[in-house]
């Protein structure tokens, strides 16, 4: 999928999903994060190329606990490249390439 010029975020999760899956789109260019994951349990972010959004890269929520980032490409995004709020609970984030983002690689 190529999620582009969005007014509000490229891909979210909200509204308590369980063992969701994005996987292998260019997200880029919109208003918001890249993908959010808000109030779900056991997403997995993977083989994404996230780059030039409003705010975060990727950006894991309320609780988005036992979630999985890895093998992402994550760019130029206006704050964190990966945002974890409050170390999320089982979280693993790992293999990621990051750079250019414009606080933050990753903020746990």
């Known amino acids: 999928m190529d999620a582009n010029g969005i007014e509000g975020h490229g891909i979210a999760l909200d509204g308590f999903n369980t063992n969701c899956e994005v996987y292998g789109n260019k997200i880029y260019s919109n ?20 780059y030039s959004n409003g705010a975060h890269g990727i950006g894991l929520l ?10 992402n490409t994550i760019a130029k995004n206006a704050t964190a490249g990966i945002f974890n709020r409050a170390g999320r609970l089982n979280t693993t984030i790992r293999d990621n390439i990051l750079y250019d ?8």
């Open 31 to 50: 208003e918001g994060e890249g993908i959010q994951v808000n109030f779900g349990e056991s997403a997995s972010v993977y083989y994404n190329v996230v």
């Open 62 to 71: 309320q609780p988005a606990n036992l979630s999985t980032v890895y093998n």
């Open 101 to 108: 983002n414009g606080t933050w690689g990753i903020n746990v």
